[in-house]
Structure formats: structure tokens, C-alpha cells
């Protein structure tokens, strides 16, 4: 989840993931884009038992949520929308933005125009924006994408690098967003844990704030390898962007030499994008993010929210404290909060504003280690399971195919070449899985040998 202005705040070197709600700023827009809008009648209604709850224009801020997605996301996304609208929005009333590569079907609009409060719009993403630029060497991307695809997760897919660099710089320009001055970004498969009794997006604008996060995390460091000597090029080339008094401390450990892997937000788009690292390497917009906002906005400017709990698959953001989450009437559990454990960067950030950790965290701590070696072993029968499920797919479907087609009607020519494909990316994503779970469970298992790296899912 992400929120930003003509400003920004994103629902994660060190990165901010999960709800990220932000400024969007004044950059030049492309022509128009094919879109729709539906539930466009003004809305002021009353709900029952919050008294009356006026939505005009004139009590909102200038804000949306925003959501890349495909028709086939449907009934994951439903669910993220029905959490926020029911934790936050009904009592707001904000519109909505679905993007897409393709049309969206009737029935995606139907629905998802049905579950929201404020009005819905549709719109393609432009060809030129889900494409390689002419200065990229396509094979060598293809070749890329060969090498990576069993070292981590998404090495082998060409979609996830097109959307990483969609959000990274095209995303904000799309004609569905111009009027708008902060956006929150919202997945499918996402939750919001507890009721949020105040508006983030007013919030951010009372307080000057242009950048807002609830999980912040480490980048894998394999799929960036040269972001960073990329970025300090861009800092010598352009000194005028990078202000005093920035977060240049939350994203790098010895003022800026080397980057220690935790992301904020962009304005650098154009000068990564010749390096060609999107499709290269594995760049990911939430590094992108977070090193443009930590560069380039203040440390005032940056805003982490404890009140707003999130769940974005595999992490948790629970608020610290009892009493919060009883007066906010959270369900999540204290356990899986992800803030205090050791792939977590929000204590660098606590560190570099100087704030106290939360009333509740010493609690926190015992809890959160019993868990994370719970996790570590569900993890790994979970993933084990699905690769066993996989191959047994695949098998049947390859015996099947031999048979007569009349003696199988179910059987459809070519899918198990399908089933293989699944397969194979079930086995990179288990590949890359693993070595987490080598760094997960290394104190557990004794001693290892001196390392400068730091351990993971560990607390603070």
C-alpha cells in the first residue's frame, strides 16, 4: 500500500514496501489514454452509527488510491478492496484508479465499481510504458532473465521487470492521475488489520508530509547489484537535487559509499533507465522509490504510520502496543509483526529521526523470535508440498496426453507443457526462498563462519 502527494507514501539497500502513500508531482503527462469512469453522481451519504459523514469535495484531500492490475486478479483484488473500503474509505469516500496493460472486462468493472465508495476509473497502460526503449539489448535482457531465473524470485519473468519500471517512472504521468495530488497504492492479496480513525492523506498534508511507509525491508542485494554506483553518478552529475538535511543516512551506512540495501521513492527515473538495470539486472520500484525520497526529501518529509496495519504477503506491519490496537480494533497478531525483526530496516529509521521505539516494544521482542522460527519451518514444508503438488500435476497430465483423446475429454493439447512451466517457476521461487531460510535459521543452528553481512527475521 502506498500513498503519495503531488507527494508521496508507499503500503518495503533498505526499501519501503507495503502501504506507501505519496506526493504526485508535476511531471510533463503523455496524451490521452483510452479510460472510463463509472459512479461519477456526487456522493454525501450517512453511516450508520458514525453520525452524519459529509463527502464532498471540499472536505477530502486530493487523493486516490491506485491499482495496477490484470482481469484475472479479480477476486484476489476484491478482497483488499473490501479491507480498505471497510477499515478507512467508506468513511471517506476517495476514488479509485485501476490501470491495466489490456481492456478491462465488464465484469472486473462491475464488480469493483460496486465494492467502492468513491468513483472508479479504468485506464490502459501505454504501449511505450510496458515496452523495452530502443537504447535496451534484448537479447542480452532474455539472457538475463535466463541466468536469474532459478538465483531469485522473479529472475526469470519479463512482466515483473516491465512493471517494476512502469511504477518506477510512468505510473505518475498516466492522464487518470493527473488531477490528482497524493495517491495510496493498493495489491491484490493486501489487508488492512485495524480501523484507520483518521485521513493519512490529511494527515501528510497538514504536516508537510510528502512520503509515507509501514514496512520498510531490505533489498535482495542480487538484484541490484549495480543500482547504487548508479545512483551516486546520478548525485555528481545533478548535486542541485540532493538537499540538505536529507535521509541519506537511512539508505547507506558510510555516508553514502556504499548502499545498504533499504528503498524509498523516485525523481531519477530518466537517468537509471539508460543504465538499462531494469531489464539487466532485476531493478525493483520500491528501491527506486526509496532512494529518490531518502536523496531528495527531507527527513521531516518522511513519515512512517504505526496506526495503519498491513499485510502484504509473506510480511506483517501490527502496531506496537496493546492499547492501540485494542482502541483501533486490530486482528493481526503481534507475533508476525515484522517492524522489530532483523530484515527489517524501521529500526535505522527510528535510529536516524532520533524517535523512541514504540510503548510495547520490549514485549514485542521474546514473542516475535518464538515466531519467526515457527515461520521459517512452515515456510518450508509449505513450499515443499507445493512443488511435490506440482510434479504430480505434471506427471498425470503427460500420461494423460498420451492417451486417446476420446477416453480423456478433460485433457487439453499442450497443457502439460504448461504444468511445466509452472513447475519450473515454483522451483526458482523455492531456489530463492531458501537462501532466506539459510539466513533465517543461522543463529538457531550454531555458530557460522565470520560474516559482514547481518542475519534476517531476527528481533531487534
Not at 502501504?19 to 451519504?45: C, G, K, M, Q
Not at 497502460?125 to 522473479?154: F, G, L, N
Not at 536523496?295 to 501490527?318: D, Q, S, T, V
Not at 535510529?351 to 519467526?372: F, M, R
Amino acid at each position: 500500500m502506498t500513498l503519495h502527494v503531488r507527494s508521496l507514501f508507499f503500503g518495503g539497500l533498505c526499501m519501503v514496501t507495503g502501504v506507501v502513500i505519496a506526493i504526485l508531482f508535476d511531471f510533463p503527462r503523455p496524451e490521452t489514454i483510452p479510460s472510463e469512469v463509472y459512479n461519477e453522481s456526487p456522493i454525501t451519504w450517512s453511516h450508520s452509527g458514525l453520525g452524519e459523514i459529509a463527502r464532498n469535495e471540499s472536505q477530502r484531500i486530493n487523493a486516490t488510491f491506485v491499482t495496477l492490475t490484470r482481469n484475472s486478479d479479480l477476486w484476489e483484488l476484491v478482497k483488499s478492496i473490501r479491507s480498505v473500503e471497510d477499515r478507512f474509505n467508506r468513511n471517506h469516500g476517495y476514488d479509485w484508479v485501476f490501470l491495466n496493460d489490456v481492456p478491462f472486462e465488464e465484469e472486473f468493472k462491475n464488480v469493483t465499481s460496486s465494492l467502492t465508495s468513491g468513483k472508479t476509473y479504468y485506464g490502459l497502460v501505454p504501449k511505450e510504458h510496458w515496452s523495452y526503449p530502443d537504447w535496451i539489448d534484448q537479447r542480452r535482457a532474455a539472457q538475463t532473465r535466463k541466468e536469474t531465473a532459478t538465483q531469485y524470485m522473479y529472475g526469470g519473468s519479463e512482466s515483473y521487470r516491465h512493471m517494476c519500471r512502469f511504477f518506477s517512472g510512468f505510473f505518475f504521468r498516466h492522464e487518470l492521475l493527473e488531477k490528482y495530488d497524493y495517491y495510496w497504492r493498493v495489491e491484490p492479496e493486501t489487508e488492512l488489520f485495524c480501523d484507520i480513525d483518521f485521513d493519512p492523506f490529511r494527515y501528510m498534508k497538514d504536516n508537510g508530509k510528502k512520503y509515507s511507509f509501514v514496512i520498510s525491508q531490505h533489498e535482495f542485494e542480487a538484484t541490484i547489484p549495480s543500482l547504487w554506483n548508479t545512483v551516486k553518478s546520478f548525485v555528481k552529475t545533478h548535486p542541485e537535487h540532493i538537499p540538505q538535511g536529507n535521509s541519506l543516512g537511512f539508505i547507506s551506512d558510510d555516508g553514502g559509499e556504499t548502499y545498504n540495501r533499504c528503498h524509498f521513492y523516485l525523481d531519477f527515473f530518466n537517468f537509471l533507465d539508460k543504465e538499462g538495470g531494469f531489464f539487466y539486472e532485476r531493478w525493483g520500484d520500491a528501491p527506486v522509490h526509496s532512494i529518490a525520497a531518502s536523496l531528495m526529501l527531507k527527513k521531516e518529509e518522511i513519515h512512517f504510520f504505526n496506526e495503519i496495519a498491513y499485510y502484504h504477503p509473506p510480511f506483517m506491519h501490527c502496531p506496537t502496543g496493546e492499547p492501540m490496537k485494542r482502541e483501533l480494533k486490530c486482528h493481526c497478531s503481534q507475533r508476525r509483526n515484522f517492524d522489530w525483526m532483523e530484515w527489517s530496516c524501521l529500526p535505522k529509521f527510528f535510529d536516524l529521526h532520533q524517535l523512541p521505539k514504540p510503548s510495547g516494544y520490549d514485549e514485542e521482542l521474546p514473542l516475535i523470535a518464538e515466531e519467526a522460527d515457527r515461520i521459517v519451518e512452515d515456510d518450508k514444508i509449505a513450499q515443499a508440498d507445493r512443488i511435490a503438488e506440482a510434479e504430480s500435476i505434471l506427471e498425470n497430465e503427460r500420461m494423460a496426453e498420451g492417451a486417446e483423446a476420446a477416453g480423456h475429454p478433460h485433457i487439453v493439447p499442450g497443457q502439460a507443457r504448461q504444468s511445466e512451466s509452472d513447475l519450473t517457476k515454483l522451483r526458482a521461487e523455492n531456489a530463492a526462498w531458501k537462501r532466506i531460510f539459510s539466513k533465517m535459521t543461522r543463529r538457531r543452528n550454531g555458530p557460522q563462519k565470520p560474516s559482514s553481512k547481518k542475519e534476517v527475521w531476527r528481533p531487534r
